[in-house]
T-cell receptor, first 108, second 114 residues
Framework: TQLLEQSPQFLSIQEGENLTVYCNSS?????LQWYRQEPGEGPVLLVT?????EVKKLKRLTFQFGDARKDSSLHITAAQPGDTGLYLC????????FGAGTRLTVKP | KAGVTQTPRYLIKTRGQQVTLSCSPI?????VSWYQQTPGQGLQFLFE???????NKGNFPGRFSGRQFSNSRSEMNVSTLELGDSALYLC?????????????FGAGTRLSVL
């Protein structure tokens, strides 16, 4: 069982659609990070959230940290093919724990 | 500033062999963490080194070992390879501890065990 559960596991949508992916845990984290990984590359950090209830925006991406610091969501508005990739959430304990990821495909 | 460099990018080995993977962190970063990524298990933490000392260790058998040199470069060794060791091995560096600082990942070494 993963410490961080991500859903959905796979998501295939058309360009222009909106989507939300979730990252849930029963553990409390001091911070939570979202990464995007493209084929043949390592994960690249998108954002770090540290305060319960925090909302951060990065262009068309909106990240929210749950009030209890156990869960997070990533919302993408008007998805584009360039958003295609594996989205990973990671929580900081003594080390970083990663979810299994949401594989997003945006079709033109 | 150069990013995290992992070598080699691809490796093919047979069962029973051993393998050594290398990671050069971003200049000035003292922490290096290693992860195994497979389609079924996702990213699994192997271990973290900080100033040449192993600081944290994940739940992997003793066949997986590592070390860090005085220049912060790190190597990971897997002995007596098994088919299930086929994976993408990622290295990440950070200024301080992996749990407290932003990690920057290399492109990984893809290991195939035949």
């Amino acid at each position: 069982t993963q410490l961080l559960e991500q859903s959905p596991q796979f998501l295939s949508i058309q360009e222009g659609e909106n989507l939300t992916v979730y990252c849930n845990s029963s553990s409390v984290f001091s911070s939570l990070q979202w990464y995007r990984q493209e084929p043949g590359e390592g994960p690249v950090l998108l954002v770090t959230v540290v305060t319960g209830g925090e909302v951060k925006k990065l262009k068309r991406l909106t990240f929210q940290f749950g009030d209890a610091r156990k869960d997070s969501s990533l919302h993408i508005t008007a998805a584009q093919p360039g958003d295609t990739g594996l989205y990973l959430c990671a929580g900081a304990l003594n080390d970083m724990r990663f979810g299994a990821g949401t594989r997003l495909t945006v079709k033109p | 500033k150069a990013g995290v460099t992992q070598t080699p990018r691809y490796l093919i080995k047979t069962r029973g062999q051993q393998v050594t993977l290398s990671c050069s962190p971003i200049s000035g970063h003292r922490s290096v963490s290693w992860y195994q990524q497979t389609p079924g298990q996702g990213l699994q933490f192997l271990f973290e080194y900080f100033s040449e000392t192993q600081r944290n260790k994940g739940n992997f058998p003793g066949r997986f070992s590592g070390r860090q040199f005085s220049n912060s470069r790190s190597e990971m060794n897997v002995s007596t390879l098994e088919l299930g060791d086929s994976a993408l091995y990622l290295c990440a560096s950070s200024l301080g501890g992996a749990g407290k600082n932003i990690q920057y990942f290399g492109a990984g070494t893809r290991l195939s065990v035949l």
